[in-house]
C-alpha cells in the first residue's frame, strides 16, 4: 500500500476515534464516593498519593476545609501513553489540540452541612472529584491572508519580561471516566490504610 494512503488512513483513524470520544451519556459533573468520619485523614492521604501517582503537581492542599487542587497537567494524547486521559477519543483529541487536565478533591460531610474543621467531624464523608479539560490558545496570532503557513504572534515584550508566556487555558469539558478513576483508587486507598 502507498506511504500517501497509510497516512490517510491513520489520520481517518485518529479522527474517528476522536469523534467517538465526544459522544458521551450524560453524568454527574463530579465522582463521588464516602468514607466513614475516622478515615478522614486516610482518604485525605490517599487523595494526595493517587493524585501524585497520576503524575498531577498539587497546587492547594487544606486538610481543615477539605480540598485539594492541582496545576494543570499537558498531555499529548497518544503520543503519551504513559500519561492518562479517559478514554482513546480523549487522547486522539489531546494528540490533535494543546489539552491539559486539572484535578479537584472536595471532601465535605455527607449529609451537605457546613464544616468548620473536616477533621474533627463525626459524620460520614463525601469525596467528590473532579477533572477539568483545559485547551491551551496562544494569543496574539497574525494570520497572513495569502499564505496562512506564514502565521506570526506578536510578543508582548513587557509580559515576557513578568514570565507570562501568552498561553491561556480555558475549561471545555468535564473528564469525568478520569473523575471516576480517582475517585475508585482514592476509596479503596483509603480503606485499605
Known amino acids: 500500500m502507498p506511504i500517501g494512503r497509510l497516512i490517510a488512513l491513520g489520520w481517518f483513524l485518529v479522527a474517528a476515534v476522536a469523534m467517538t470520544g ?3 451519556d450524560p453524568v454527574q459533573p463530579h465522582a463521588a464516593s464516602r468514607v466513614e468520619s475516622s478515615r ?3 482518604a485525605f492521604r490517599a487523595a494526595k498519593d493517587v493524585l501524585r501517582d497520576e503524575g498531577f503537581v498539587l497546587d492547594r ?3 481543615r476545609r477539605g480540598v485539594i487542587t492541582t496545576l494543570p497537567r499537558a498531555s499529548a494524547g497518544l503520543a503519551s501513553p504513559w500519561i492518562s486521559t479517559g478514554s482513546a477519543g480523549d487522547a486522539a483529541s489531546d494528540l490533535l489540540h494543546a489539552h491539559a487536565r486539572s484535578a479537584t478533591v472536595d471532601f465535605g460531610p455527607a449529609s451537605g452541612a457546613s464544616s468548620d ?3 474533627e467531624s463525626a459524620e460520614a464523608i463525601e469525596i467528590r472529584v473532579t477533572v477539568h479539560v483545559l485547551r491551551a490558545s496562544k494569543a496574539g496570532r497574525r494570520v497572513d491572508s495569502t499564505m496562512p503557513r506564514r502565521s506570526t504572534f506578536a510578543v508582548d515584550p513587557v509580559a515576557t519580561r513578568s514570565g507570562d508566556l501568552g498561553t491561556d ?3 471545555i469539558a468535564l473528564d469525568e471516566r478520569l473523575a471516576d478513576r480517582l475517585a475508585e483508587r482514592i476509596r479503596a486507598l483509603a480503606n485499605a490504610r
Open 22 to 24: 465526544c459522544a458521551s
Open 40 to 42: 478522614y485523614a486516610a
Open 61 to 63: 492542599v487544606d486538610a
Open 117 to 119: 474543621d473536616l477533621r
Open 169 to 171: 487555558l480555558e475549561e
